[in-house]
């Protein structure tokens, strides 16, 4: 059996380009580069938080202190690169940047959870002795008197003239201390 040398029609012409296209390398680049810039946006206490290598780190906290523009913009592309370079899971990195953007469902029906409790603490001396009962509160005699100062505070609202701003330094608090707690377990 004789081999014939294939022609250019015999090959299929997909076989050639086993890699990305170079307008889809760009778009990925600057997607990178994009997200590199959301990045530098972010405040140090969320980027600690995100899964990011040391100098991938390092590059953004840099951007984050270049005064000047071009040299900004230079970093936000060296950023992009490492990105690159680093095999960081941007899609990752996306997801957590548009949860703290938009807020996740979950944190918002655990905000309504602690706010509806708060509300019900104001108004029930039984709900206290049932919280008591089921979760662990480190300082218990912070907390009831912070939620007595709660309650002070509610009256005092209660009787404002209209037109006067009430007081939610202690309605506040009261919903911090809450949040402290491990509520979910």
């Known amino acids: 059996m004789t081999h014939t040398p ?11 380009y086993d890699r990305p296209s ?6 990925e680049m600057l997607a990178l580069t994009e997200l590199g810039k959301q990045l530098v946006g972010l405040p140090v206490e969320r980027l600690r938080k ?14 984050q202190r270049t005064p000047s523009r071009e ?13 690159r370079n680093e095999d960081v899971d941007a899609d990752a990195l996306r997801k957590q940047l548009d949860t703290w953007e938009h807020g996740s469902k979950e944190e ?6 602690l706010e509806a409790l708060r509300d019900l603490l104001l108004h029930d001396d039984d709900a206290l002795t049932e919280l008591l009962a ?22 005092q609202n209660e009787s404002l003239p209209p037109g006067r701003e009430p ?7 009261l919903f911090q201390a809450l949040k402290t ?4 377990s």
């Open 22 to 27: 170079k307008s889809q390398v760009k778009r």
């Open 108 to 113: 918002a029906r655990a905000q309504h959870r």
């Open 50 to 63: 995100l899964p990011l290598p040391e100098p991938l780190y390092e590059a953004i906290r840099l951007a």
């Open 167 to 173: 007081q939610r330094k202690h309605y506040r608090a």
């Open 134 to 155: 089921k979760h662990e509160v480190p300082d218990v005699q912070q907390f009831r008197a912070t939620l007595r100062a709660a309650r002070k505070e509610m009256k």
């Open 71 to 83: 040299g900004r913009r230079r970093q936000i592309h060296y950023v992009g690169k490492l990105m």
């Open 6 to 16: 294939e022609t250019p029609e015999d090959v299929d012409a997909d076989s050639f």
């Open 181 to 184: 707690l491990n509520l979910d």
